[in-house]
């Protein structure tokens, strides 16, 4: 028989117990270890971003998918090289970042430009954070990165559509204000007296111009007497003939009289069936007429000169 107590034994027995029950702790921790790493590979091997772990002499120590893919790093092992060895053109900005990231400072941007070392530009929407060991210390800098050079160009050349489009916009608006300056000329034809002639259609638009044409022309010229010609207005209806008796009573208001001159026999006749009344406004049949009556209006007339007797040189 062993001369060992049975305390003895049965303390062994005890401690060897609770050894396995250690071991078994231990291996139950092991297995959820392992298999929260696999959730975490999993976690970043199919998140959107692009992922890169480094540690503390910024080398690698995971990266995803799509960190390969962004970056051209396919078919590249790069798991314990350095990031600079990496990305040799990172900028000397970027390298301050990843300092006080590594000091415990959480950094991020958007749409950040990279110059790469071929000359072309890259943008990066990026954060940068520590990552931390069991025992509180930082372990390293964990990445977390999107390119958006395809939709900073896209916005770009959007913006540039807008600013070409702006840029067209304003020309034709140039345009059209030059034609319809060239539609409504006011023509100073005497001392007081300035013709106003018309060509075309007569709408609400181009009523509003041809009444601040025709003011503009009264205060610029001091005129007395303005002849509105509507000889080139093929048609008067009931709307034009209304633009037009505004545009005189607003003419009135500044001192001057209007005569309306150029009515054809066509316009005439549809004025009368249409019911239009311009017993207010002084009419003459053509700009001929129109003329000698503001003339005769201002105690003006046109007379002919006699030419002069010239001497004879040959007596």
Not at 47 to 64: F, G, K, Q, S
């Amino acid at each position: 028989m062993s001369n060992v107590p049975d305390a003895e034994i049965e303390r062994l027995r005890a401690r060897v117990a609770e050894l396995e029950r250690q071991m078994l702790r231990y291996e139950t921790m092991e297995r959820e270890l392992r298999a929260s790493e696999e959730r975490l590979r999993f976690f970043v091997e199919h998140t959107p971003a692009a992922i890169a772990m480094l540690d503390t002499d910024m080398r690698y120590i995971l990266a995803n998918k799509r960190w390969l893919q962004e970056y051209g790093l396919e078919g590249q092992d790069i798991i314990g090289r350095s990031h600079y060895d990496v990305f040799p053109d990172l900028p000397e900005r970027w390298k301050d970042i990843h300092r006080r990231a590594l000091a415990g400072s959480f950094e991020e941007a958007e749409d950040d430009p990279w110059p790469r070392a071929d000359g072309s530009m890259e943008w990066i929407s990026w954060k940068c954070y520590p990552w931390f060991k069991g025992d509180g210390a930082i372990g390293g800098i964990i990445f977390f990165t999107q390119v958006v050079t395809k939709r900073i160009r896209e916005r770009m050349e959007l913006e540039q559509s807008r600013e070409q489009l702006r840029k067209t916009v304003e020309e034709q608006e140039r345009l059209i204000q030059a034609i319809r300056e060239m539609s409504t000329p006011v023509v100073p034809i005497y001392d007081e007296i300035i013709v106003l002639p018309l060509v075309g259609s007569i709408d609400s638009r181009r009523s509003a111009q041809i009444m601040e044409a025709l003011l503009n022309g009264i205060q610029h010229y001091a005129a007395e007497i303005a002849i509105i010609d509507i000889t080139g207005v093929s048609v008067v209806d009931t709307s034009v003939a209304n633009h037009l008796i505004q545009t005189t009573r607003a003419a009135s208001l500044l001192g001057a009289h209007c005569v309306l001159v150029g009515i054809s026999a066509e316009v005439a006749q549809a004025m009368v069936h249409l019911g239009i009344d311009l017993s207010t406004v002084v009419t003459r049949s053509n700009l001929q007429a129109g003329i000698e009556y503001a003339l005769d209006r201002l105690g003006k007339q046109i007379t002919t000169r006699t030419p002069a007797t010239m001497p004879n040189l040959l007596v």
